[in-house]
């Protein structure tokens, strides 16, 4: 197998390292501007977002993302570089005109869709959630042309600058929404939440503005191009209006679950974005990870006369992200309330805030895995052309989603932990249609290997959930204080064990997952292979 067509594990450490940056980072300024601002007032900010950043996932990273690459890499491979930049000019002019439409349409009609993501919401809300909502409006656009950026230089194997974008988004955001926030209102009243929204649009542009550079490295030279006849615009036009549902099925549920979350009051929006903050840590690092380096590698595999590998290649990114994220759950269940008092719980943040979001996490850990799986399935169905497929399984996500909703909510009166639920059952329901209708495609995902993997992580993962339980019980009682630094050392002392306790169990269970990534560690470090 060449180059092109072997999955990158030097990329894969590089992009899990820097989106382990960008969500930090994000965390960082969700804990900040909770903290500031407390989780009432950022539920409407939440709101606000909610809409240009749904279409961020939908058309940037979702469904544009998604086909650009498969189609620009076949092009490479098929026809060389020269027509393949001239595909991506044409790219890049059609989606700065039609975003820029989007965005000028979301800010004329941001009252009615406003109305329509928080019902549950007061007036006088509404009323701050829409002027909120068209200062943001434009953010589609800048992080559409990035992502198109990205999609280039991952298509070239170039990862380094794409993977750091998004942490340069997070620093825009931070220092543009704290300085614009407070020559707003230094006293940081709601009004100062307009200096948030000014922080989104600052934060879009960095990350847009930093991969130019490596672009224009890479050889690219952007020039204006409207002839968009082109067969292979056409292509990725025709993938993305089945995968503009289909690849982001789990961030419809989620704003299917802000409606009703409406309901509970602006606090249960902000619990709800809160716990799901933290399930983006393990789903970014590991799940997109694995994913953005299998696309282009599978995408060429398909577009070759032998596909032989596609089976095998996707199989065993899958199994690299059970391997990762199955751990990341149980500890995300057993720790949720530490981990949320120790990085949530500051200035507005209250214990009861600490308490609503710890149970939405457990909740969303749960599906964790199934997440991180469909992050590397669905997309590979573009490459091989059954674009139809994964938008059909979402359909009946999003359906199901609606209806588990409507019966935890009313009728169990679970509250905004019902909707976590929700959000969970279906994206499981989701990765298992998908990899049940991926078997004849792929002629192989090496089931048997799967699931035995899968089983072995679920033994592995026993001990780590015997660590947190012990240490929740008992190492704060051996702690001199419950100062927040003694908390920290508490919370980093029993992940650390519990992590320890998994790769030995795993060695000893003689997973091929845990050779491996031993194996890329020890090259890491220059040490000679052992024979």
């Not at 130019?212 to 050889?219: E, M, Q, T």
């Not at 959930?465 to 029993?494: D, H, K, M, Q």
């Amino acid at each position: 197998m060449n180059d092109g067509k072997r999955l990158n594990t030097k990329a894969s450490g590089i992009i899990a390292a820097a989106i382990m940056l960008s969500r930090v980072l994000g965390l960082v300024r969700e804990v900040l501007f909770n903290a500031i601002f407390g989780t009432a007032a950022m539920g409407l900010f939440l709101i606000a977002f909610r809409l240009p950043n749904l279409l961020r996932d939908l058309f940037a990273e979702g469904a544009l993302s998604t086909a650009f690459i498969t189609v620009f890499s076949q092009k490479i491979e098929k026809e060389g570089e020269a027509s393949a930049w001239a595909l991506a000019s044409k790219m890049l002019t059609l989606a700065a005109l039609f975003m820029s439409l989007v965005s000028l349409l979301g800010i004329v009609f941001a009252e009615p869709l406003v109305h329509l993501l928080a019902p549950g919401f007061e007036a006088a809300d509404v009323g701050f959630t829409i002027l909120l909502t068209r200062i943001m409006y434009p953010f589609i656009l800048l992080v559409s042309l990035a992502a198109l950026v990205m999609g280039l230089l991952n298509s070239r194997q170039i990862f380094t600058a794409p993977a750091l974008a998004s942490s340069f988004f997070n620093i825009g955001s931070i220092l543009g929404g704290v300085v614009c926030g407070w020559i707003i209102d230094p006293r940081f009243g709601r009004e100062a939440l307009i200096g948030l929204a000014i922080g989104t649009l600052v934060g879009g542009f960095l990350q847009l503005a930093i991969q130019i550079p490596s672009l224009r490295k890479a050889g690219y030279r952007f020039v204006a191009d409207f002839r968009w006849n082109d067969p292979g615009i056409q292509k990725i036009l025709t993938l993305m209006v089945p995968s503009v549902i289909a690849a982001s099925a789990v961030q419809i549920n989620v704003l299917v679950n802000s409606r009703f979350a409406s309901y509970a009051g602006a606090e249960a929006v902000t619990w709800l974005n809160s716990a799901f903050r933290l399930m983006q840590l393990p789903i970014g690092v590991f799940g997109v990870a694995v994913a953005t380096i299998t696309l282009p590698v599978i995408s060429r595999i398909a577009a070759d006369t032998d596909t032989s590998r596609f089976g095998p290649t996707l199989g065993r990114a899958m199994r690299l992200a059970v391997f990762l994220t199955l751990p990341s759950a149980v500890g995300l269940w057993f720790m949720a309330g530490p981990v949320i008092g120790l990085v949530y719980e500051h200035g507005h943040f209250t214990s009861q805030d600490t308490l609503q979001t710890a149970l939405a996490l457990q909740f969303y850990a749960i599906g964790l895995v199934a997440y991180s799986c469909i992050k590397v399935l669905s997309p590979a169905f573009y490459a091989i052309n059954r674009k139809w497929t994964p938008m059909l399984v979402s359909f009946g996500s999003v359906a199901l989603n609606i209806a588990l909703n409507n019966y935890f909510m009313f009728h169990l009166g679970m509250g905004h932990t019902g909707l976590a639920l929700s959000t969970t059952i279906c994206a499981t329901l989701n990765f298992a249609a998908l990899y049940l209708l991926m078997r004849p495609a792929a002629q192989t995902l090496d089931s048997l290997k799967f699931f035995a993997t899968l089983a072995r992580c679920a033994i592995a993962a026993v001990p780590i959930a015997l660590v947190c339980i012990a240490g929740n019980s008992y190492l704060p009682g051996l702690l001199p204080s419950e100062s927040f630094p003694w908390r920290v050392v508490s919370v980093l002392a029993t992940i650390s064990v519990a992590v320890a306790a998994y790769l030995l169990t795993c060695l000893i269970l003689r997973l091929d997952e845990t050779h491996f990534l031993l194996e890329i560690l020890r090259r890491k470090l220059g040490k000679p292979r052992t024979p």
